[in-house]
């Protein structure tokens, strides 16, 4: 049983570590038993600073000199980093240190040890990856779902579609913020307006009030300009530009669709 001398788990620790060496020593011929004594009955902290305390080294410390047994004494012990630090102070640690180097003692064998198990530090739990943002595709469906639980906003006289901002977010980010239409006459328009949002507008290439869906593959983004061309234009001018935007929404809605 390891006496608690009040110097904590780290204390017992080092009681545990000097008495552990003591069957090595009994089998090279010296029996330290006064020693073990002292450890059992007051702790190994309290014994290593009252050896450390005396004017002269014990003779214990002359007999593991002889032995060339250094590393198995109390100086060894309180100048290993896992001890030193924690639990004596600068003045015992540099005379534990000035006793085995006046015996000759390489202090860099004191860092070959390996460090014990109980004082390696935890391995750090991996950082989990964040979540992947959501794909276009899954927030098409999500949507889509949603769109399915969400009843029209209807009156007696009419029944009204409830437009997507979600979807309208999605074919900003498909288009870029940039006009979609091949023939714009400024295919590089990108202006940022308020909110640090991009000057364009998306649009409906059939109308909700012909029947078709709010939906990213019936939907693109138009400068105005463009967007005044489809909404006011001449009746043939209109129907061709329709039709060649219903082909634009279409592809880039099935190409995000499957991260083409």
């Known amino acids: 049983m390891v ?3 009040g110097y904590g788990e780290r204390g017992k620790r ?7 060496g003591i069957p ?3 089998k ?9 004594r002292m450890v059992s009955t007051s702790g190994g902290v309290t014994t290593a600073k009252q050896l450390l305390a005396q004017g002269k080294p014990s003779t214990g410390l002359t007999t593991l000199w ?13 100048c290993l980093p896992w001890f030193r630090d924690h639990l004596f102070t600068y003045e015992e640690i540099e005379q534990a240190e000035f006793r085995l180097t006046e015996r000759g003692f390489d202090l860099a064998r004191i860092h070959a040890v390996p460090v014990p198990a109980w004082c390696a530090a935890p391995t750090p739990e991996p950082t989990p990856e964040p979540p992947a943002a959501p794909t276009y595709r899954q927030r098409v469906e999500a949507e889509e779902a949603a769109q399915l639980a969400r009843p029209a906003t209807s009156t007696a006289l009419t029944t009204e579609a409830v437009r ?18 091949p023939g714009c006459g400024h295919p590089d328009f990108h202006v940022i307006g308020r909110n640090d949002m991009p000057v364009v507008e998306v649009d409906h290439v059939h109308g ?31 129907a061709e530009l329709r039709k060649l935007l219903a082909g634009i929404a279409r592809q880039r809605h099935e190409a995000a669709m499957t991260g083409a």
Do not use: I
């Not at 080092?14 to 008495?19: D, P, Q, R």
């Open 24 to 26: 090595a020593l009994r």
């Open 164 to 181: 997507s901002a979600v979807f309208r977010s999605l074919v900003l980010e498909r288009a870029g913020g940039r006009c979609e239409n």
């Open 14 to 20: 080092f009681a545990e570590y000097l008495l552990d």
């Open 66 to 78: 002889m032995k060339e047994m250094l590393d198995s004494s109390v100086e060894f012990a309180v």
């Open 28 to 36: 090279a011929g010296y029996n330290p038993y006064e020693f073990q």
């Open 208 to 238: 909700l009030g012909e029947g078709c869906p709010d939906h990213p593959a019936n939907m693109v983004v138009l400068c105005p300009n463009c967007h005044a061309v489809k909404t006011r234009g001449r009746d043939a001018e209109v």
């Open 3 to 5: 006496r608690d001398d």
